[in-house]
């Protein structure tokens, strides 16, 4: 249930402009996500969000950028592990089925990973579609996201 919750932060402060606690719980209310305060704040930590200003004299959360490449694929791993229920792919596109509600944020993941040869994803409430060029990096591309798996 954590890592749900972390997603679906990750999604809200993507998206909107949060800048206190009790937003971020109140959207977490809204999307269904029963948490309080203090989870936030301690999520807030482990995610290590940052306040950044919002370009409207306030501030706002955000990911920090100085996140390493390591960083971000030890996060991409263990969302793989979690959610990640079957994979396959054809020609030039790698098809993930996750657990439902996850995929938009494992999606996402995968973007800001910046993987070589990944050109985009598409992701619906369960699956993503992995977008892959050239043609010829697909299977490698693919035994590189089930390595996430192990």
Do not use: C
């Not at 971020?24 to 029963?34: A, F, K, M, N, P």
């Not at 694929?73 to 439902?100: A, C, G, H, R, Y």
């Amino acid at each position: 249930m954590k890592s749900k919750r972390h997603l679906k932060i990750l999604n809200i402060i993507k998206n909107e402009d949060i800048s206190t606690q009790e937003e971020l719980v109140e959207r977490l209310h809204e999307s269904g996500i029963d948490v309080t305060q203090a989870t936030v704040s301690r999520d807030i930590k482990r995610l290590g969000l940052i306040k950044v200003p919002d370009g409207k004299g306030g501030y706002k959360y955000s990911l920090p950028n100085e996140k390493t490449y390591g960083d971000i694929i030890s996060w991409l791993k263990k969302m793989f592990q979690d959610f990640v229920i079957d994979m396959d792919f054809s020609e030039n596109i790698i098809v993930v089925q996750t657990m439902p509600g996850t995929a938009e944020g494992l999606g996402s993941a995968i973007d800001n990973a910046e993987i070589e040869g990944v050109i985009g994803t598409v992701a619906g409430d369960d699956t993503i579609m992995i977008v892959t060029k050239p043609i010829e990096k697909t299977p490698e591309i693919f035994n590189k996201l089930q390595d996430l798996l192990i």
